[in-house]
């Protein structure tokens, strides 16, 4: 869409110019293995990989659900779009949601983070 997003606020999960050392890294990694940035749906699967690996790893190799669901509940880790959980309840993600603003850097549009909502659940399947 070009320069006609600058300027465009935005709210979501990721920003690949979210300004931490694990997602430099990520973004690094990504590129030179594809030749493009990522972007939230390559990081839904990246943090899906890493909750599936880390829940074999609590498991001990077993697979059957209970087990490995179980393994996942309460799970926190860093992912390159910041502090993530799986609330043992809900069993859904928890994480941050980003305000951001389209702008220009190095020639290239970013959303550029300016305000966090920490921590967010999802609403429709919070205990009332």
Known sequence: MGDAMLGVV??????????????????????KANGYRPNFISLGGYDGMHLIY????????KTDADSVIGAMKGMKWESPRGPISIDPDTRE????????????????LYTVEF??????????KMKK
């Open 115 to 124: 305000a966090t909502f920490d921590a967010v659940k999802d609403p429709l």
């Open 54 to 61: 880390e829940a074999l790893k609590k498991t001990g190799g």
């Open 93 to 108: 993600i928890v994480q941050n949601i980003y305000v951001g603003k389209v702008e220009k850097v190095n020639g290239e």
């Open 10 to 31: 935005t709210a979501g999960i990721y920003s690949v110019a979210h300004n931490s050392p694990t997602n430099k890294a990520y973004v690094e990694a990504f590129k």
